[in-house]
């Protein structure tokens, strides 16, 4: 009897083992999505803005505006604040992903490829 305690004993602890890894995988691919998100936002806000339309006035406008769709739509998360700290994200690395358009469109002649995929730490969140 005391062997198929220790036997189940053993097997519950490798799968609480597999468990355990397998949420944390997926609490780090959420977050290494989210922030590829948040750089992906910040990128198209300042685009938008620079093209063409880089007065002040106009980036203050298309980012009240922008904020108060993504609340309705998508609740909490999305102020004014966030998305200038969105903007500074992919100013402060706008290398960090490797953005592929479809060949001979515009936005790839606007935007052509870098040579380099560097990406974050998946311990960013």
């Known amino acids: 009897m005391d062997n198929n305690l220790e036997?189940?004993?053993h097997i519950f602890k490798r799968v609480v083992n597999i468990l355990e890894q397998a949420r944390?995988?997926?609490?780090l691919a959420v977050n290494s999505n989210m922030v590829k998100a948040y750089w992906l936002i910040g990128r198209e806000?300042?685009?938008?803005?620079?093209?063409?339309?880089?007065?002040a006035a106009y980036g203050k406008e298309l980012i009240n505006s922008l904020s108060n769709q993504l609340s309705r739509k998508y609740g909490k998360g999305f102020s004014e604040t966030n998305l200038?700290?969105?903007?500074?994200?992919?100013l402060t690395y706008p290398t960090r992903y490797e953005i592929q358009y479809p060949v001979g469109t515009e936005l790839q002649?606007?935007?052509?490829?870098g040579s380099e995929f560097t990406g974050f730490a998946p311990q960013l969140s």
């Open 24 to 27: 944390n995988n997926t609490v």
């Open 84 to 90: 200038q700290l969105f903007r500074k994200f992919y």
């Open 109 to 113: 002649k606007q935007y052509p490829l």
């Open 45 to 55: 806000i300042v685009l938008e803005i620079q093209d063409g339309k880089s007065r």
């Open 7 to 9: 036997k189940t004993e």
